[in-house]
Nanobody, 126 residues
């Protein structure tokens, strides 16, 4: 059972990246999946989350209008499309999954997750 992030890299201010979070060993069906980031010296921050059950989403204010989370159930993968990137978006990005069969409301403030990925570095140069 694991989550594997990919798609990170170095991009210029205003550029775009698409992160992927591929699940293996379990189906994301019935799970809520979140994206988090942690910059050096800062606390981990919830960026976005999505419920595989009903497609509901939530975003941190800092990324609203720039980032879009989506899920491809056939590929068992969650994506984070990041546009208009800024230097302050520089961080290690992690995805995480928590069972949500009962369909409780999701929020970027959630912190209790069952599985975590290893992270992918995103660096935005000015």
């Amino acid at each position: 059972v694991q989550l594997v992030e990919s798609g990170g890299g170095l991009v210029q201010d205003g550029g775009s990246l698409r992160l992927s979070c591929a699940a293996s060993g379990f189906s994301l069906d019935g799970y809520a999946i979140g994206w988090f980031r942690q910059a050096p010296g800062k606390d981990r921050e919830g960026v976005s989350c999505i419920s595989s059950s009903d497609g509901s989403t939530d975003y941190a204010d800092s990324v609203k209008g720039r980032f879009t989370i989506s899920i491809d159930n056939a590929k068992n993968t969650v994506y984070l499309q990041m546009n208009s990137l800024k230097p302050e978006d520089t961080a290690v990005y992690y995805c995480a999954a928590v069972l949500n069969e009962l369909g409780f409301a999701i929020s970027v403030k959630m912190r209790e997750f069952d599985y975590w990925g290893q992270g992918t570095q995103v660096t935005v140069s000015s």
